[in-house]
């Protein structure tokens, strides 16, 4: 069964350009994850969806990040304008409500370089 | 502040040895608690996870759980130079809420 899908691996823009990162989750999940990992701030929530719905944005640094999920098997995560500071890996997890538990399943990341 | 606290390390061990990796939480109402592994470059990868006060063994791998403490630790039995990577602590705080708090990693390094 394939994992979390996400694309691009690596995106490399400049600043002021529109980013957007895909992730598709484990097919029957019904919960989905974007988070932020940095050297100085660790690995941290940015926003996760319950069935499509957002059910927690306090992690979303300012109006210039967003994000979607229009059906089951695809979210987008888009920043515009970007910003060198935006500069990090973003990795999209998964999860499936069975039994009460948490486990999340992590896709490959993209690593995004805002010049 | 709700907060996972890890030493940074770097953990130093000699193969064939054990490691004891620690990981302390400020909410007492968390309720699951995970270990990720991180390879340098590589994605988190969920190698333990647990619920209930006590020891869980999974492999040459035991997860092991104190509430009233606040503390949650893993072992690695005869460690080999594969498990050289970072260990995420990751918690979640409460039944009603997805998503999982980690902390900053330790680094773990067996020396062949």
């Known amino acids: 069964d394939a994992g979390v899908i996400q694309s691009p691996r690596h995106e490399v823009t400049e600043m002021g350009q529109e980013v957007t990162l895909r992730c598709k989750p484990i097919?029957?999940?019904?919960?989905l994850f974007w988070y932020r990992q940095t050297m100085m701030r660790g690995l941290e929530l940015l926003i996760y969806?319950?069935?499509?719905?957002?059910?927690?944005d306090s992690g979303m640094p300012e109006d210039r990040f967003s994000a979607k999920m229009p059906n089951a098997s695809f979210s987008t995560l888009k920043i515009q304008p970007s910003e060198p500071r935006d500069s990090a890996v973003y990795f999209c997890?998964?999860?499936?409500?069975?039994?009460?538990?948490?486990?999340?399943?992590f896709g490959p990341g993209t690593r995004l370089t805002v010049l | 502040q709700k907060e996972v606290e890890q030493n940074s390390g770097p953990l130093s061990v000699p193969e064939g040895a054990i490691a004891s990796l620690n990981c302390t939480y400020s909410?007492?109402?968390?309720?699951?608690f995970f270990w990720y592994r991180q390879y340098s470059g590589k994605s988190p990868e969920l190698i333990m996870s647990?619920?209930?006060?006590g020891d869980k063994e999974d492999g040459r791998f035991t997860a092991q759980l104190n509430k009233a403490s606040q503390y949650v630790s893993l072992l690695i039995r005869d460690s080999q130079p594969s498990d050289s990577a970072t260990y995420l602590c990751?918690?979640?705080?409460?039944?009603?809420?997805?998503?999982?708090?980690f902390g900053s990693g330790t680094r773990l390094q067996v020396q062949p």
């Open positions: 990751a918690v979640n705080e409460s039944p009603g809420r997805r998503a999982l708090t």
């Open positions: 647990i619920y209930s006060n």
């Open positions: 097919s029957g999940h019904d919960y």
């Open positions: 997890a998964s999860s499936f409500l069975a039994g009460g538990t948490s486990e999340q399943f």
């Open positions: 909410d007492r109402v968390s309720q699951s």
């Open positions: 969806f319950n069935n499509n719905v957002p059910i927690d």
